[in-house]
């Protein structure tokens, strides 16, 4: 069974890093890409970042140059180093995985809180 967990959400002031992890497992025969969305109240979910298996990424405007996405392919594993955190990244933040296994292509995680506030 394909499982994604998630850690390192939490509370943080503005100006403050969080660093998210999220590991797959399960029957993974290829990954395509792993990434991150978000949440917020009232709003759709919306990209954060993406890395492809190739290792290629790419950031929502609003984030570039603040966070940063990598990936440990021996341990199916995707980090999210965030910094600079502002007010308008309080969310719940949800890894996605897209890949080859036996139980479908597309899989989320339970998703982490992420609150920035003084």
């Known amino acids: 069974q394909v499982q994604l967990v998630e850690s390192g959400g939490g509370l943080v002031q503005p100006g403050g890093s969080l660093r998210l992890s999220c590991a797959a497992s399960?029957?993974?025969?290829?990954?395509?890409?792993m990434g991150w969305y978000r949440q917020a109240p009232g709003k759709q979910r919306e990209l954060v970042a993406i890395?492809?298996?190739?290792?290629?990424?790419n950031y929502a405007d609003s984030t570039k140059g603040r966070f940063t996405i990598s990936r440990d392919n021996a341990k199916n594993t995707v980090y999210l180093q965030m910094n600079s955190l502002k007010p308008d990244d309080t969310a719940v933040y949800y890894c996605?995985?897209?890949?080859?296994?036996?139980?479908?292509?597309?899989?989320w995680g339970q998703g982490t809180q992420v609150t920035v506030s003084s």
């Open positions: 996605n995985l897209r890949a080859i296994t036996t139980q479908g292509n597309d899989f």
């Open positions: 399960g029957s993974i025969f290829s990954i395509y890409a």
């Open positions: 890395i492809t298996g190739a290792g290629s990424t």
